[in-house]
């Protein structure tokens, strides 16, 4: 008989999910912090190194789709742990090799076990789940990991500051954490089976085409906000680097307190109205981006558009409604690629539109929201198989998926 806290059993699927959410964001919020300062003073990276070591890092994202053949080795659950592994490993070591060969190898483990893992999480949060409450176990991963990269800048601020340590001793307490839990996560949890055999193959349906296309320009819009609405700040409007991590702190502390209400807010309101909402808001954060002159007016937009990253829960509620259950594992890994081909091509080609006038990239992003705002209208307000899309149906013969 499974032990249990209160009235949750520690030991269910669920609570293994929240487990592993919490345990990647202590890694990677370490790398991430660190990786600049790091680079530049103990193996006196340039820019150039600098910008091929992040074009490196988002390579395994690009190649995510790969991750179905890794199911003729390992269950998705044993693929999950074993990613963690992987992140937590290439994230304590990072600080052992100190030099622009060492950084790249320890940058391409990390990454690997990142994508990876964002990809089997996001399979088994779908499976694991009734569809109805899809929405609200994403919001509350979103919670848990958010949560957790609050604790790991509070643990490296005071580890560097208060105590003095050298960034490679956090490294390595920041990967060894997530190496723990993963361990603990192998062997304290039995192994899960989902309802649906996954399909060990690639998967492309006509009939997911709109989720493919709001999956990419999801991946867009991304860019713009990781990249440049960051160095607007900086470079037009003089936020230090106080000023941007104290917005960090801000977006983080509104996911632990909004994101779950987020995805119960989405199963109540449907995927398509969710998505309106967003993409309405999302062209007038954009437009406004473009010309803000004002710090306060830019730090709000800032957080307002990081509060629609927690609608995006929406588009994978709305895959999960509309899929055969064996496409998920496979699909997953398809629309982690997908998202990725923006984050390959515009951050090099909107740089260069950047040079010339960076309200035009905001502009851009106008335009995506727009372009998003009309796949979202085409979203059913009760997707199902067989009832994909509003307009552009692919007579489907739904079932069963070969």
């Known amino acids: 008989m499974r032990k249990k806290l209160g009235q949750i059993d520690w030991r269910s699927p669920q609570i293994l999910l929240l487990l592993m959410a919490a345990a990647m964001p202590l890694s990677f919020s370490t790398w991430s912090a660190l990786i600049n300062n790091f680079a530049v003073e103990r193996a006196a990276f340039t820019g150039a190194e600098i910008g091929i070591l992040q074009s490196l890092r988002e390579i395994p994202g690009f190649l995510a789709f790969a991750v179905v053949f890794l199911l003729f080795l390992f269950r998705e659950q044993v693929l999950a742990i074993l990613a963690l592994l992987m992140l937590g490993i290439g994230t304590a070591i990072a600080g052992a090799f100190p030099t622009v060969l060492g950084l790249y190898v320890t940058t391409a483990i990390m990454s690997i076990g990142f994508h990876y893992f964002e990809t089997v999480q996001q399979s088994l949060a779908l499976q694991w789940g009734p569809k109805a409450e899809t929405p609200v176990l994403l919001g509350r991963l979103i919670v848990v990991g958010s949560f957790a990269s609050l604790a790991a800048y509070a643990l490296i601020w005071a580890m560097l500051k208060l105590g003095g340590l050298d960034m490679e001793i956090v490294y390595l307490a920041g990967g060894g954490a997530t190496v723990a839990i993963a361990v603990f996560a192998w062997a304290a949890y039995p192994r899960f089976e989902g309802e649906h055999a996954q399909h060990k193959k690639m998967v492309l349906r006509k009939r997911y085409w709109l989720y493919y296309a709001l999956t990419f320009m999801s991946g867009a819009r991304r860019q713009i906000f990781l990249i440049f609405a960051g160095l607007m700040m900086v470079e037009k409007l003089g936020f230090d680097a106080a000023a941007i991590s104290m917005l960090f702190l801000v977006n983080y502390?509104?996911?632990?307190?909004?994101?779950?209400?987020?995805?119960?807010?989405?199963?109540?309101?449907?995927?398509?109205?969710?998505?309106?909402?967003?993409?309405?808001?999302?062209?007038?954060?954009?437009?406004?981006?473009?010309?803000?002159?004002?710090?306060?007016?830019?730090?709000?937009?800032?957080?307002?558009?990081?509060?629609?990253?927690?609608?995006?829960?929406?588009?994978?509620?709305?895959?999960?409604?509309?899929?055969?259950?064996?496409?998920?594992?496979?699909?997953?890994?398809?629309?982690?690629?997908?998202?990725?081909?923006?984050?390959?091509?515009?951050?090099?080609?909107?740089?260069?539109?950047?040079?010339?006038?960076?309200?035009?990239?905001?502009?851009?992003?106008?335009?995506?929201?727009?372009?998003?705002?009309?796949?979202?209208?085409?979203?059913?307000r009760n997707p199902e198989p067989g009832s994909e899309v509003m307009v552009g149906r692919i007579p489907a013969r739904v079932a069963p998926a070969e």
């Open 253 to 380: 502390g509104f996911n632990v307190l909004f994101a779950a209400k987020i995805g119960k807010l989405i199963g109540k309101w449907g995927e398509r109205k969710a998505l309106v909402f967003e993409y309405v808001g999302l062209i007038f954060v954009f437009t406004a981006y473009a010309f803000v002159e004002n710090q306060w007016a830019a730090a709000s937009l800032y957080v307002i558009d990081h509060f629609f990253f927690a609608l995006a829960i929406a588009i994978k509620s709305y895959f999960h409604k509309i899929a055969d259950p064996r496409d998920i594992a496979a699909t997953a890994g398809v629309g982690f690629t997908i998202n990725h081909i923006a984050a390959v091509v515009i951050p090099a080609a909107f740089g260069f539109v950047w040079l010339v006038w960076p309200g035009a990239v905001f502009l851009a992003g106008t335009g995506m929201a727009a372009c998003s705002l009309v796949l979202a209208l085409n979203v059913p």
